[in-house]
Nanobody, 120 residues
Framework: QVQLVESGGGLVQPGGSLRLSCAAS????????MGWYRQAPGKQRELVAA???????NYADSVKGRFTISRDNAKNTVYLQMNSLGPEDTAVYYC??????????????WGQGTQVTVSS
C-alpha cells in the first residue's frame, strides 16, 4: 500500500508565499514523475507543475516564474514553493506520483488534497 500525504496549505494574503510538501510512503520500489495539480471551485483539475525522476520540470504557463517544484528522492518527497500568490491561485492542491512497488508495474497515486486560499 502506498500513501501520499500533503502538508503546507493554508490562508495567505495576495503577494505572499507558501510551500507545499508531499511525502510518499509504503511499499515503494521506485518513483517516476511527481507533480502537483489543483482544482478551483467549478473548474477542472489542472496540472500546476511536474518533475521527472531525473529532475526535468514542467510548469503551467500561469505559474511560470512564480512557482518552483523540487524533490528529495531520499525522502520520497516533492515540494512546491509558491511565491507571488494571487486570488487566482486559490484551489485545492493535489499531489500526484507514478510509483512502482515491484519495479515492473506502475500506478498513479494521489494525495488527499490541501486547500490553498489567497485572500486579504
Amino acid at each position: 500500500q502506498v500513501q501520499l500525504v500533503e502538508s503546507g496549505g493554508g490562508l495567505v494574503q495576495p503577494g505572499g508565499s507558501l510551500r507545499l510538501s508531499c511525502a510518499a510512503s509504503g511499499s515503494i520500489s521506485k518513483i517516476s514523475t511527481m507533480g502537483w495539480y489543483r482544482q478551483a471551485p467549478g473548474k477542472q483539475r489542472e496540472l500546476v507543475a511536474a518533475i521527472s525522476g531525473g529532475g526535468t520540470t514542467n510548469y503551467a504557463d500561469s505559474v511560470k516564474g512564480r512557482f518552483t517544484i523540487s524533490r528529495d528522492n531520499a525522502k520520497n518527497t516533492v515540494y512546491l514553493q509558491m511565491n507571488s500568490l494571487g486570488p487566482e491561485d486559490t484551489a485545492v492542491y493535489y499531489c500526484n506520483a507514478l510509483i512502482s512497488s515491484d519495479k515492473y508495474n506502475w500506478r498513479d497515486y494521489w494525495g488527499q488534497g490541501t486547500q490553498v486560499t489567497v485572500s486579504s
